[in-house]
């Protein structure tokens, strides 16, 4: 029962962690990224004031820059959206859960985003699979991220071909194992780290946190999550879990706040 204990306060303390350093790399890239459009909206700001000053701004002109403007807000406006999921995002909530159920959870959705991109979606699980100890809403969006882009990879896949396969399996070694197989275009000819790095994307209108604000939840969680390019065409991403013990209480982590 000691160690039980020991090791839910060991478990709690390196998501903490992982957390924190996670955000401090994060951090440098997001002053960055949300710069750019703040700049931009000071620098139309200012012609427009300019303009104005001289008597030569048109209406025509200057709605033209404030739709600039607005466009510039709601980009970084994003950017700090997103983020904020990410940094008010309670500590994970680590409980027993089938992941089985979390996926039929979020099928729905993700079934009525594959028809509209013409994909066919199938999803397998073995008929029992053992619980897992996550914080299942966590473990939702990193779902619904990486079948996101495997339906976004097939975007020039001839509709007839777009199928995407989320798979559950244990993988013997206490951990479940999830896998999203598409057959799009494959992943960009970069290093790992750069694919999973904040804010690189390809996608005209991406964010590029998807991958990264994925593993950082799933590394969190103690997985992994990877990927790896498929022999025939398109990519598997897949991360792992580690199953609860069979011992362990439901309702476990109330006692062993900080
Ligand atoms: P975003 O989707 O906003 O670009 P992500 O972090 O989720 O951000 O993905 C980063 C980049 O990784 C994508 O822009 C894309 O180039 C690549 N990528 C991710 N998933 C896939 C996939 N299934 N197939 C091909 N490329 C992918």
Redesign the pocket.
Known sequence: EYLRQKEAELRERMTHMTRVSTMGEMASSIAHEVNQPLTAIATYAQACGRLIDQGMLESSEAREVLGKIGQEAIRAGDIIRRLRNLVHRRPPELMQCDLVQLLEEVAPLAMVDARLNDVELTIRAPGSVPPILADGIQVQQVLL?LI???I??MAKTPPGERLLEVKIATSGGGRVVVSVT?R?????DVGEEE?FAPF????PS???????ISRSIITAHGGTLSFGRNADR??T?FFTLPEAAAAEPCEGDKETNE
């Open positions: 991220n996101r882009n495997g976004d990879a598409d799009g275009a494959g992943v960009p694919l690189f994307t390809t996608k991406g964010l590029g946190l998807g991958l990264s398109g990519t991403f």
